[in-house]
């Protein structure tokens, strides 16, 4: 062989053993630097888990240290006289469920409904007395205690009602002030106000206005004032017992909240029900003043939020239950019908009328004229309303 074919072939040797060597290299490389991602990706998640068990752990410490900073723990005793299936009690469950919920158990409550602790017109006595420290007191079952709470608070609808409601009672300082003094001194504490709702009035015969109905025995054990102003003849009849005064013909009707008539069934003897849209106060969520004033400042601020995001919760609420209750009442047979505008407004006007001048006396038997006059007169000029007029073409 020549020295040059030699050496040509040596060169290629080279060559290829050069390429093999670069190929082994780079290999390396990449095998290296891939075993390198995956540790990191390995590091990264244990880091990754690591800081989510730090974090699970600080919400946890959170958690407990909110719940401490509320200070100690209490039980609070919760009671309603209605049903607990009714509208105004499934208030009360969502309230106690969230306070016991963001309070993570240092605030609860012992729950008495349908009547197991006290009837209706016994709440108030209990709750101001401390024998009970909460309850949605029912208007006009205090009136001596609480007048200036029993004002003509009412308005076409649930927001109307609701925002009358708020002006009078927490937002005007003129009014505010004189209903927080007043609740103070009858021994408790209000935070906020449910509306009635859709009122459902029940007969035993068939009526499509509040024309039809005049003359007819109606069966309540509040506010008749204005229901006797309407034309009805009032027979006292406390709610428990308007099923058997229906039933027996004791009465020709009554009403109550559109739940309420659900609840107790009072359909079943007198179905024809007509609806109305006129609303007012209701039902005032109320704390014993002594209790109330013993729990911490963090402890009440939590109980107010969780009675604003009630009230909020209930009105969104209220509106997917109502087609739910018409359509049960039609599928037990009964006939439903709608009042009119213009009768919802004259029942407004009555209403509204003869509430306030129905307790114009004892206002004046407790030395508290004025001040009933102050916040009446605020509540129809809120509404839109002239008292004047209003007195002059529905007063007695």
């Not at 080279?14 to 540790?39: K, Y």
């Not at 129905?358 to 004229?369: I, K, N, R, V």
């Amino acid at each position: 062989m020549s020295v040059k074919k030699l050496l040509a072939l040596l060169l290629c040797l080279a060559m290829v053993l050069s390429l093999c060597a670069c190929g082994s290299t780079d290999a390396d490389t990449e095998e290296s630097s891939a075993d390198s991602e995956t540790s990191s990706a390995v590091a990264d998640s244990a880091n990754d888990a690591d800081a989510a068990d730090v974090a699970d752990a600080a919400a946890a410490d959170e958690e407990s240290a909110s719940a401490e900073d509320l200070g100690d723990p209490v039980v609070l005793t919760a009671i309603n006289g209605f049903t607990e299936s009714d509208f105004a009690a499934e208030c009360i469950v969502h309230f106690c469920d969230l306070v016991e919920e963001k309070s993570n158990g240092n605030i609860t409550f012992n729950r008495y409904f349908g009547g197991s602790f006290c009837t209706v017109v016994e709440e108030f006595g209990y709750v101001s007395s401390g024998a009970a420290d909460f309850c949605t007191i029912l208007q006009d079952t205090a009136l001596e205690q609480l007048l200036y709470w029993n004002t003509a608070v009412s308005g076409c609808d649930m927001q109307e009602a609701m925002d009358v409601c708020n002006y009078i009672f927490f937002e005007n300082p003129e009014t505010a002030a004189l209903c927080e003094a007043q609740a103070e001194a009858a021994g408790v504490k209000i935070l906020g106000v449910q509306t009635s709702g859709l009122i459902a009035n029940v007969c035993t015969t068939p009526v499509s206005s509040y024309a039809d109905m005049a003359g007819m025995s109606y069966g309540t054990d509040f506010a008749s004032a204005a229901y006797a102003a309407m034309g009805f003849n009032i027979v006292s009849t406390t709610i428990s017992d308007v099923y058997e005064a229906l039933s027996r013909g004791m009465i020709d009707c009554s009403s109550s909240s559109l739940s309420a008539v659900l609840a107790y069934k009072w359909y079943e003897v007198a179905p024809y029900i007509m609806v109305c849209s006129t609303s007012s106060t209701a039902n005032f969520f109320t704390f014993n003043s002594d209790r109330w004033n013993s729990l911490t400042t963090a402890q009440q601020e939590l109980l107010q939020e969780c009675v604003d995001e009630t009230i909020a919760w209930e009105m969104e609420y209220y509106d997917t239950l109502v087609d739910g209750w018409i359509q049960t009442l039609t599928d037990e047979g009964c006939t439903v019908g709608y009042f009119t505008e213009e009768d919802e407004l004259e029942k407004l006007k009555i209403q509204i009328t003869v509430t306030y001048q129905s307790y114009l006396d004892l206002a004046e038997s407790l030395g508290q004229l004025d001040e009933y006059n102050m916040i009446s007169e605020a509540t129809f000029e809120y509404l839109g309303f002239d008292i004047q007029e209003l007195l002059d073409e529905y007063g007695t």
